[in-house]
């Protein structure tokens, strides 16, 4: 039986990031897969991120007011009913009480992609929130008919994830390979503060891979930056499988963003910087898991403290170990499934 569709509100942007957008393009993927179709409604977007969600046949609507006010929250509805959608997903940080409110007043089921709990009262039928520190206390204030998805269970992971679930990964005595992956666009260029703290890192045969998003505006000056350092870095914009990347890696240096759940699904040992304030309880919260190790924020952190954190990570294979084996157990690659499971009971 054809699920029909859901439509999915969501941005992207050089000052946003493309993480809202990703993730929701991993719920429409599992959409997809159990027959059903999607469609996004974007206010802002970038470039990369269209091609990515025309190349998965996912339609793409060009909305006219910025997210979250009221005209805003009627050209979604409207947009909603004329595509018959079963489901209307939101997911960024201007989606406020009222504009949830309205969308279920118009009688559309709503489903909330929140990291925040801040919203201050939540009328959707159901909220998501993937984080390790989801929990009911957050979401208080709520409606009596909403229900919580809380936790990596439901982390939502793209098939070229999903579909390396039986890769195993060798953990090498020292690790000498480097993934950094700051966000589709890394606009205060955290980036350039990695790279220069592998200049500090004395192992030899050190490599690095450099994930540049295609919302990065610093990209011509990282190649500049990796051209120079001690180390062999290369910048890589728009690979075919950054799963791939993860699983060459012997170890990351990542945003505390949603990448977060992709290396603890490939098992991929990771030092997370918090870029944003809302990044810094899911960093936070991995530290005490064991599963990452917390580096500090962007704005603090100094080169000299990365470049430690880089080469003692990579010096000590019991402590990759350990964390490979936890982040594997803690994020079991079925999130995408689980919500649209929930979705279908509803």
């Known amino acids: 039986m054809s699920l029909g569709s859901i439509l999915i509100r969501a941005d992207a942007s050089v000052a946003m990031g493309t993480g809202h957008a990703l993730r929701c393009l991993a719920l429409s993927q599992a959409w997809q897969d159990a027959g059903g179709s999607a469609a996004f409604a974007m206010t802002e977007s970038l470039p ?3 091609e990515r969600l025309r190349a998965e046949g996912i339609q793409i609507v060009q ?4 997210a979250g006010c009221a005209e805003d929250a009627r050209e979604t509805v409207e947009l909603a009913a004329s595509n018959h959608a079963e489901w209307l997903v939101l997911d960024g940080y201007g989606f406020s009480a009222e504009y949830q409110r309205r969308v279920k007043d118009a009688g559309v089921r709503l489903l909330v992609v929140d990291d925040t709990g ?4 939540y009328f959707a039928d159901l909220v998501l ?3 390790v520190h989801g929990n009911e206390v957050m979401y208080a204030k709520r409606e009596s008919y909403t229900r919580l998805l809380l936790g990596p269970r439901y982390a939502l992971l793209r098939r070229e994830f999903t579909s390396l679930r039986e890769r195993g990964r060798e953990i090498t005595p020292i690790g000498c390979k480097v993934l950094i992956t700051m966000g589709g666009s890394d606009p205060a260029n955290v980036t350039s503060k990695v790279i220069s703290a592998l200049g500090l890192v004395d192992i030899e045969g050190l490599q690095a891979r450099v994930l540049v998003g295609g919302g990065n505006p610093h990209r011509d000056s990282l190649r500049e930056l990796a051209a120079g350092g001690g180390a062999e ?5 728009n690979p075919q499988s950054v799963a791939e990347l993860m699983l060459w890696a012997d170890a ?9 759940w992709e290396v603890c699904f490939l098992g991929l040992p990771a030092i997370l910087i918090d870029v944003a304030e809302n990044q810094r309880p899911i ?10 190790i917390h580096a500090g924020s962007a704005d603090s952190i100094s080169v000299e403290k990365m ?4 080469e003692r990570l990579l010096l000590s294979a019991e402590c990759r170990h350990a964390m490979s084996r936890s982040g594997r157990e803690l994020v079991d690659g079925d999130g995408p499934r689980r919500v649209v499971g929930e979705l279908q009971r509803a």
Do not use: P
């Not at 909305?63 to 910025?66: D, G, V």
């Not at 801040?118 to 009262?121: E, L, P, Q, T, W």
């Not at 990351?252 to 977060?260: H, I, L, N, P, R």
């Open 283 to 292: 960093a936070e919260g991995l530290a005490r898991l064991a599963v990452s």
């Open 48 to 50: 990369s991120i269209r």
């Open 252 to 260: 990351a240096v990542s945003a505390a963003g949603s990448t977060c």
């Open 118 to 121: 801040d919203v201050g009262r």
């Open 129 to 131: 929130n993937q984080n």
């Open 63 to 66: 909305l006219n007011h910025a």
């Open 233 to 237: 870095i290369r910048i890589v914009s």
């Open 307 to 310: 470049a430690a954190e880089i």
